[in-house]
């Protein structure tokens, strides 16, 4: 955060877009059962030290990309890329709706978030921990839970689960997340926290799978197909094959972002 401190002044606004439950979440959350305490929300103190809460603009991202060799970057969602975009606070000073224009003039749709910007991220979330997080402990792109009927068995009730846990925390999905309809549109793509642990590259465990995890036990849901995919997905950031391509030694512990955000400054 220090090296954006010159960039940022009372009149910058900051857009967070990220994969699963951002560090922002808590903030300004009015009417809705209080989060679990966790690391990633700590990191709040940081980002608060130099951006106030009106200055930061949530955002979440639909758009399967794969990283060919550096600087060449495959996108595999030709014609339906969208960053969905919000103030984290009612009070935010920024013309997010003139955001939202630019975007769409970019080609990247930019709707207003139908329930808000907490709404779009659970229900990305939602497909995150089932279809990456399957995708992940298998080592397979994300259509495996598609193809694989014993797989299809377990991504229906991991979003069986993920749709409680939202729910329990004031966001209730299940008029937004049609199974059926999810399942058929499941790409031949590997997810991106795939393609980090292939690479060796930090994986975003927490944001994606241990965070949902840390809702349910807030909201006391039984999760047990979440709490199967959160064991296998941790020791496999923690594992050998990881931390050697990070040129870890072995005894060091779990490997993992949760400080992944883009920063666009606006």
């Not at 990633?40 to 060799?69: T, W």
């Not at 014609?79 to 103030?87: A, D, K, Q």
């Not at 598609?146 to 979003?159: E, G, H, Q, T, W």
């Not at 060796?200 to 840390?214: S, T, V, Y």
Request: proline share 9%; glycine share 8%.
């Amino acid at each position: 955060m220090t090296p954006l401190k010159p960039l940022i002044g009372p009149e910058t606004g900051v857009i967070f877009p990220q994969n699963g439950m951002p560090w922002w979440y808590p903030l300004g959350l009015t009417d809705k059962p209080e989060p679990p305490s966790t690391p990633l929300f700590r990191l709040a103190d940081r980002y608060l030290a130099y951006l106030s809460p009106e200055q930061i603009i949530g955002g979440s991202v639909y758009s399967a990309n794969a990283m060919i060799e550096p600087g060449v970057v495959q996108n595999n969602s030709p014609n339906r890329n969208r960053m969905s975009i919000e103030g984290v606070t009612p009070n935010c000073r920024f013309d997010v709706a003139g955001l939202r224009k630019l975007l769409d003039e970019a080609g990247i749709s930019s709707p207003t978030p139908e329930g808000g910007i907490r709404t779009i991220i659970w229900s990305k979330l939602l497909l995150n921990v089932s279809i990456s997080g399957l995708a992940l402990v298998t080592r397979n792109e994300a259509s495996i839970s598609r193809v694989d009927p014993d797989l299809n068995v377990i991504l229906r009730r991991l979003l069986a689960e993920g749709l409680l846990i939202s729910k329990a925390h004031g966001y209730p999905l299940d008029d937004k997340v049609d199974a059926e309809a999810t399942i058929a549109q499941i790409p031949d793509h590997k997810p991106s926290i795939l393609q980090d642990y292939e690479l060796g590259r930090p994986m975003e465990i927490d944001e994606i799978i241990r965070a949902p995890q840390a809702f349910a036990r807030a909201a006391g849901v039984e999760t047990p197909s979440l709490d199967f995919l959160s064991a296998i997905a941790t020791r496999q950031a923690r594992g050998p094959r990881a931390l050697r391509r990070l040129g870890v030694p072995d005894r060091y512990g779990l490997i993992a972002s949760i400080n992944n955000s883009i920063f666009i400054v606006a």
